[in-house]
Nanobody, 122 residues
């Protein structure tokens, strides 16, 4: 089992920045790939950014490329999402997710955090 503990999030004005953190506890090989999904009311869930610690895979949704940066601290089993130049359309609940491989992370992650709200006002 893997437990994901998120922190960060909050409310900012457009153009501002936020940083999300997600720490993994438990059977760590099951969380080789970690990252963030988001879901806004009435919209489908979207994979935002993901990274795998073994093969160096890094993924960004087109909507966040150039603005968001995902990084990881393997010693702390933690991934970070630095979000810059935030837009009102980035407003959503952000969920940390983990899986043993990128394919499983992208399609159907094995583990989920509880979510943290990000609100961007215009």
């Amino acid at each position: 089992q893997v437990q994901l503990v998120e922190s960060g999030g909050g409310s900012v004005q457009a153009g501002g920045s936020l940083r999300l953190s997600c720490a993994a506890f438990g059977v760590l090989y099951s969380s080789n790939c970690m990252g963030w999904f988001r879901q806004a009311p009435g919209k489908e869930r979207e994979g935002v950014a993901g990274v795998c610690s073994d093969g160096g895979v890094t993924y960004y949704a087109d909507s966040v490329k150039g603005r968001f940066t995902i990084s990881q601290d393997n010693a702390k089993n933690t991934v970070y999402l630095q979000m810059n130049s935030l837009k009102p359309e980035d407003t959503a609940m952000y969920y940390c997710a983990a899986a043993p491989s990128f394919g499983s992370w992208y399609s159907s992650p094995n583990y989920w955090g509880r979510g943290t709200q990000v609100t961007v006002s215009s």
